[in-house]
């Protein structure tokens, strides 16, 4: 369907619509398998509330955009909800959320409220029934109206409180009381659950969502139990017997006290900007959480104010989700390709209709290597779930079974190399199969881009499509060839211009000049990456002193360990890359400063070494250090500063926004946690404060 669809009879179009978000609605709500994204599928909705917002002749209670969720699973009994369980409207940027708050503030006749902010959990929306204290009934939502009968199932979840007692300020548990919130699974679980399903060679879950989902409506309890699922209280339902509160922040308060889980970043703002810098932070910070959002929910916090603004149909005027830009999206699977990498891994990657996803448009995605191919069984032809979660890179999750195309076959993996036709391998025990042919061009040409890319020597201009034209014109057979490239010789090739060969050239020479930890890295021998060069750097200073240390010796140092160090002496007892050094010293190539051995000697005489074979995490922004700053103040001190915390962590320093994570993982190991006054005392004197 293409938006050139919408104008040219909207009534048709309305219908067509309304058909196919009640087909997915069951997909999603009833069978707990989705055929597109949540993306795909509110822009479904968006269209057609356009659509009915245009012509309001078309209006009509049945249309899904008057109703909440989906049909029923007829595997569980009924439960009607006496206090409807709502949607929520959705925001997609600032101005919408500005918009919301403009229509909240003109329902008030001008008063701004006070917004609570609170995470969009990415679950299962459940209502817990609790009569005279006692778990009675725990229910889906449904469509808002009637939900399913969950309860035997949500029991087996540990945050679910069997009894509410009295105490912590409440003097009496109310006859019935309903908390609503969210079941979901951490993505700790969901990654065990998968390890354990691809284990037993069966099917994966595709996210943490579908699987609560699929562990809740299981019809055998123990199977439910033993999926892990967790529980975010966020709503009241029916209380009866209880106090009136006269803010949302109240009644969380108020259910906290009672025994349940309440999320800890609710934040209450007094100005929608605050709001929308707040739901900005989380945009950003989503991945810091070990449980999936997929935005932030508003709420006005007075209940005087929210009754004032009412609900309309589906949803609460009082409220609105700030969704963030999708991470998944469903897109067409065209094509799998195998490529070969510089060091002859032969990896699967899919070629995508182009989807806009995780903020860019994604043509192609990995598909890491052979056994997750098989495992995910995904087909060219069939319609793939794409992920983009922040940095990482594009992948597909999974195929949609219910459209794949009928005559459609299981991929094979190529026996032989798709570039030099020489047979791949697979070493009995590994995940990857390898071209191990000496002269692949495919991994020349790969060594020789990975040899330029930023986080090796940086040549600038120097992307794969190029290295390809100097190999393919026979002027660059490896890295060291690339400096006696001259201008005359690049302007001869196809599509390169004066300039761009000068800079080409210009970028080259400027390269002769990058730090050791570069050039060691751009070498290309197997395990050692930037941390390990830029430890062997600062220990040794210098290229010759590192090819002339012993396994043990090169061992020693912090951050190498025993397998890089045999890779490195391996690698540099081998006769054409010591002839290949030799060519990069005599183009001019830096190998490092001499000199800096004899001052960090010095350097190190002069600062107390307090902090001798101590590891010392810094998490989070601190005011007097900047990361490099903090990270020298500890090496310089005999110290080290690992990038995560585990039980030999002498202590965390714990700065503005640090990552949830690394301080989960010091509280639950007992490692002690500092803040910057903290530092600057264990700094000073070796010592905790
Ligand atoms: S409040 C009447 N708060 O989002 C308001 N919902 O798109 C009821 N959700 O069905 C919902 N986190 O499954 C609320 N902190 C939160 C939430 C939240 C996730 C889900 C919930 C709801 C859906 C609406």
Known sequence: MTPNEVGSDPASRAEALRAEIAHHNERYHTL?????????????????????????????????????????????????????MMSLDNAMDGDELRAWADRVVKGLDGETPTFVCELKFDGLAISLRYEEGRFVQAATRGDGRMGEDVTANVATIADVPDQLVAGQGVDAVPSVFEMRGEVYMTRSSFDQLNARAIEAGEKAFVNPRNSAAGSLRQKDPSVTASRKLSFWGYQLGEVVGGPEFTSHVAALEYAAALGFRINDHLRSFATIEEVAAHCAYWQEHRHDLDYEIDGVVVKV???????????????????????????????????????????????????????????????MATLHNQDQVAVKDVRPGDTVVVRKAGDVIPEVVGP??????????????????????????????????????????????????????RGAMDIEGLGEQMVEKLTASDLVHDPADLYSLTVEQLVELERIGPTSARNLVAEIEVSKARPLPKLLTALGVRHLGPAASLALTNEFHTLDAIMSKSVEELAAVEGVGEVIANTIVTWFSQEANRAYIERLRSAGVGFGDPQAAAAAAAARATIPQ????????????????????????????????????????????????????????????????????????????????
Request: glycine letters at 8%; one cysteine or more.
């Open 32 to 84: 707990d398998d989705p055929e597109i994204s949540d993306a795909d599928y509110d822009a479904l909705v968006r269209e057609l509330r356009r659509i009915e917002a245009d012509h309001p002749e078309l209006a009509d209670e049945s249309s899904p955009t008057q109703q909440v969720g989906g049909a029923i699973n007829t595997t569980f009994s009924s439960v009607t909800h006496r206090v409807a």
């Open 301 to 363: 916090d007075g209940t005087a104010q929210r009754d004032r603004l009412g609900v309309t149909s589906r949803a609460p005027r009082w409220a609105i989700a700030f969704k963030f830009p999708p991470e998944e999206r469903t897109t067409k699977l065209l094509d799998i390709m195998v490529s070969v990498g510089r060091t002859g891994r032969a990896t699967p990657f899919a070629v995508l209709e182009p989807v806009f996803v995780g903020g860019s448009t994604v043509g």
């Open 400 to 453: 949609v079974l219910s459209l794949r195309p009928a005559d459609s076959e299981p991929w094979v993996f190529p026996t032989h190399c798709p570039r030099c036709a020489n047979p791949l391998v697979r070493p009995d025990g590994e995940a990857d199969t390898r071209c191990v042919a000496p002269d692949c061009p495919a991994q020349r040409d790969q060594k020789i881009a990975y040899f330029a890319s």
């Open 610 to 689: 307090t902090l001798e074979g101590r590891a010392v995490v810094v998490t989070g922004t601190l005011a007097g250090y900047n990361r490099e700053a903090a990270e020298e103040a500890i090496t310089s001190r005999g110290g080290k500063s690992p990038g995560s915390v585990s039980k030999k962590t002498f202590a965390v320093v714990v700065g503005d926004s640090p990552g949830a994570s690394k301080l989960t993982k010091a509280e639950s190991l007992g490692v002690p946690i500092l803040d910057e006054a903290g530092f600057e005392h264990l700094l000073a004197t070796g010592d905790l404060p």
